[in-house]
């Protein structure tokens, strides 16, 4: 090797200064490049044009062709019309990745009208939710249609794996849905007798807390529970298959992901959250009664005959009827984000938190539709 492995040579031709760089510019050898662009850079150039010639370039690296782009970018900020001439084709890629690079365009931004702003992001938030309705709309299609094909072929319906998703995504929330729902109980009731307690009318905490719990609270604590753990779940679980390329093995395999990846969750989900519902109401009733003896003044044995005055059959099955489609918008929701995953962790991550905020804003409209459905039909 020489011992001098890099070079950049000035010269005139016809007018126009030419830098003619020679020799190894990558990164082992910067120490060498570095002070010829820097003298390069201190003198202010006489000729209106200027070339690099880099056509003698043994080899170059990502250093050598910012060094390179360096020198080009100083001399044009000087007014000469500097271009860079000779490459290799092997490193135009290279270079063009440098030029994009360090341009400078972000470091100020162009003045923006605020009012053109609001309604430009009123708009595509517009586009955006016409595009998920329209293909939540086309999912819960398809998931009739699946449901359709497995009633006319019973043989091919997957019982093992609904059951199993309902283990899964259903009775392994119990210990939490119990706990929740009973400390939500007692707030409740602890909180009624509380203020009732300033009217004399402290007996009217189990109806507040019976009517409530059954109708409202119970199944849409449950299914923003579920929506959290198992529709966050449902979305991974389906996003991690779509990023190893496992939903496409199937459909090549002649496979209906479907029937077999979709439908044993939505149902698992239709069928467990009434149940999960059901156990989570019983514990926030309980919670109330124990919070009533205790604080209240209230026996058992008082507060379950007053329950039984308070409710209705109508008030239970307010509450159960809500709860399978609730299942329904979760499994549809969590399933949906899952299959639009990409292909990295970061868009895993952002259709998890979608799905899960989506689900508990569904819930809550679905919740709030049923309240004035079940009130226009005084029920």
């Not at 090549?252 to 989570?280: C, H, S």
């Amino acid at each position: 090797m020489a011992a001098q492995a890099v070079s950049l040579n000035r010269k005139e031709e016809a007018g126009r200064l030419v830098l003619e760089a020679t020799g190894r510019w990558i990164s082992s050898f910067a120490g060498q490049i570095e002070p010829l662009v820097i003298d390069v850079e201190a003198r202010k150039p006489k000729a209106a044009s200027v070339a690099i010639d880099v056509s003698h370039i043994e080899q170059l690296d990502t250093s050598g062709a910012w060094l390179i782009e360096r020198m080009r970018r100083d001399l044009e900020a000087k007014g000469a019309a500097a271009e860079i001439v000779g490459l290799n084709p092997r490193y135009r890629i290279l270079l063009d990745e440098v030029q994009q690079t360090n341009t400078g365009k972000n470091a100020q931004e162009d003045d923006h009208n605020p009012v053109v702003d609001t309604l430009s992001s009123l708009g595509e938030m517009s586009v955006s939710f016409v595009k998920d309705t329209a293909e939540f709309i086309q999912f819960l299609g398809a998931s009739v249609v699946s449901l359709g094909r497995v009633l006319v072929r019973p043989w091919t319906f997957r019982f093992t794996a609904v059951v199993n998703q309902m283990d899964r995504a259903g009775f392994r929330s119990i210990p939490i849905i119990v706990l929740i729902l009973f400390l939500i109980g007692g707030i409740l009731a602890q909180q009624g007798i509380f203020h009732f307690r300033k009217f004399g009318a402290e007996t009217f905490v189990v109806d507040m807390v019976g009517i409530l719990v059954l109708r409202e609270v119970g199944v849409l604590i449950t299914s923003i529970m579920i929506a959290g753990r198992s529709g966050s779940a449902y979305t991974a679980e389906l996003g991690s298959m779509k990023m190893r390329e496992e939903i496409d093995a199937l459909r090549v395999m002649g496979r209906d992901p479907m029937e077999i990846l979709i439908l044993p969750r939505m149902i698992a989900l239709i069928i467990a959250l009434p149940l999960l519902t059901f156990i989570g109401s019983m514990a926030a009733l309980f919670g109330g009664m124990v919070t009533a003896w205790l604080y209240g003044g209230f026996t058992p044995e008082v507060f379950l005959e007053r329950l039984r005055d308070a409710i209705s059959w109508s008030t239970f099955w307010v509450g159960m009827i809500k709860a399978p489609f609730m299942g329904a918008v979760i499994g549809l929701v969590a399933c949906v984000e899952g299959l639009r995953v990409q292909g990295s962790a970061e868009s895993l991550g952002e259709h998890t938190t979608a799905s899960v905020v989506k689900s508990i804003f569904l819930v809550i409209v679905l919740d709030g539709a049923f309240a004035i459905f079940f009130a226009s039909i005084d029920w």
